[in-house]
């Protein structure tokens, strides 16, 4: 049943997103074949698809493992940033250009700079009690304020015509493309080997279960003795670390070089992305699939039927509404009463 | 003297959506309900009312249909959070994307142009007073509005009895649905009003302050409110300090561009995210002050047992 509300929620997406082509004027049918079917209907297709879902499946998977433990990371964009710059530092300005150490070593920057970024949350949540909802966002506005920085001025690239951005990459700092003819590359075995440790983590190891101990039942958890702020640290430096390392994956991948905007919000995405692959891991995979194709769709009607690609963002907010809504009908028996005539709970309001 | 009222009437205008999102938010969270869309509801504000007065509305119109888009916005986030009993986090998340990607579909058409922004008032003879006039007595109507809200809100919570049962569904729902308090729709009334005064604080940003329509003009305005709650205990004096602090931490950012600073104009524009979470550290590490007016029910769905 748990399964189920997915299910239903990407059907009744669709429902509306019919509805609401029909009514911008242009038949449902032929749009939403444009916006769910034609992206996968070539090889660049299904390696943009693959390309666009792996971000989003490395990250939710860490952010999973907080959100298990009722601890909020949602500044994943900005941990994604950071990691992306760490990463991208490394590259542009280690002494040799073309060690065969340069990929390891930007894997590392990225995965630290983004852990460091989620550990400041952490710290001010384990230690000072500080919401880690707000201070992840606002660390993001800071981290894309950061990179900002860097592109308009000591990282920008001395050749590039004045345009915010710096060099490229050299070909060792990059993952070569599996074919020249798309782009994509050996970064997504990382996120299958994410995906494997998270399940293991969450389904085979007493840590996994403690954290979720945390978050269905604080009280309970407390009694037992675990400690909270094990599971704060825990599960924000894992939504750091994954988020760092997607950033550097989307870096040393399809990007080569750092700009003012290195992300179509994969970092927002991914939290959209762990709730409906219900926290867990498989279902993350498919999760991610689906968010991937809203990407995808949404790029492709903007080129083909001139629709903004704002619409990517509207159906990812109507997928997760629905989605939580499915869930009511899942967790709870629905029951019609006739609401009893509350005249005295009147009188007493007054 | 100049640069005086420059900087006292900017962190004055500065603050004023920051007073309306926050206020509307502390009903929201005094009865018990946590909604973390602020940021949509405020896109939808500020794309609706830009709409309407590109569309030749007047003024007033324009900030009501604001105020009506973030009402609206907000009632998803009601039917989610409150009858579907969903977690309130997911779906005030869901809220601020969907708001985001809304705003920026209907904006899309709006252009780059400004508009011509709300006026001053002109009171007679108040606002031709020396210092006191320019520095007191020439806002905008909305200002005064937020003003005004300010105290009504006071005077609700602490004052009247509805406030006092809002408060107490805030603190237990069960309590009051014994006691024969409709709860349910009473945080549905608390959630529409928070979307108004949220649409409100967008709308004042796309026809007063900026003015014009920028894809996500809110930057983030909308979750500092959030955390202004936070920062304010609840309280509503503190949030009105609270925003004039932000608004004041703005304007400095502004001026320090304007006078050529020798630092990084990205550093400036980062103020007010350090300043927040700053504050919210030095706030929240006193666990007994936070506890004092924190609604106890804060973000637990409520479900009547009959």
Redesign the interface.
Known sequence: MRIAAPVVAAILTLAVGSIFFASLGHDPLPTLYAFFVEPLNSMNGLSEWLLKASPLILIACGLAVGFRANV?N?GAEGQFTMGAVAASGVGLFWPNPESALLLPLMFVAGMGAGMAWAAIPAF?RAR????E???T???T??AT??L??LV??PWRDPAGFNYPQTALLPAAAMFGPFDPAYRLNPSIFITIVAVFLMWLFTDRSFLGYKMSVSGAAPLAARYAGFRESAAVWIGLLAGGAAAGVAGMAEAAGPLGQLSPQISPGYG?AA??VA?IGRLNAFGIVLGGLLMSLLFLGGEGVQMTLGL?S?????????L??FL??A??FIF?RVRLVRPAR?A??????? | MDLFIAIFTGTIIAATPLIFAALGELVVEKSGVLN?GIE?MMLMGAALAFWAVTAGYSMPVAILAGALAGAAASL?FG??ALT????Q???G???A??????S??LG?GFGSEPIEALHGVNIPVLSDLPLIGPLLFRFDPMVYLALLMFVAISWFLYRT??GL?LRTIGESPQTSHA????VIRIRYMAVLFGGAMAGLAGAYLSVAYTPLWV?NMT??KG?IA??LV?FATWRPLRILLGAWLFGGMTILQLQGQALGLEV?S??L??LP??A??VV??LI??N?QM?ALHFPASLAKPF?PAN
């Open positions: 909020w949602i001010l000072m009690n500080t919401n909802i707000l201070v966002l606002m660390m506005y800071i304020l950061f900002s920085y308009h001025g927002f939290i959209i709730f903004p704002a619409l990517t963002r509207i159906f990812q907010g109507i997760l509404f939580l809504a869930d009511f709870y509350d005295h709970a009147l009188e007493t309001a007054r | 973390l949509g998803l039917v989610l579907f009993l969903t977690n986090y997911a779906a998340l869901a809220l994307i969907f708001g985001s990607g809304v920026a579909f899309r009895k509805a049962v006691i024969g308090h409709p894809e930057a983030g979750w959030l955390a936070v990084p990205e550093l524009s980062a995210y350090l927040t979470i919210l550290v929240s590490r666990r936070l479900r």
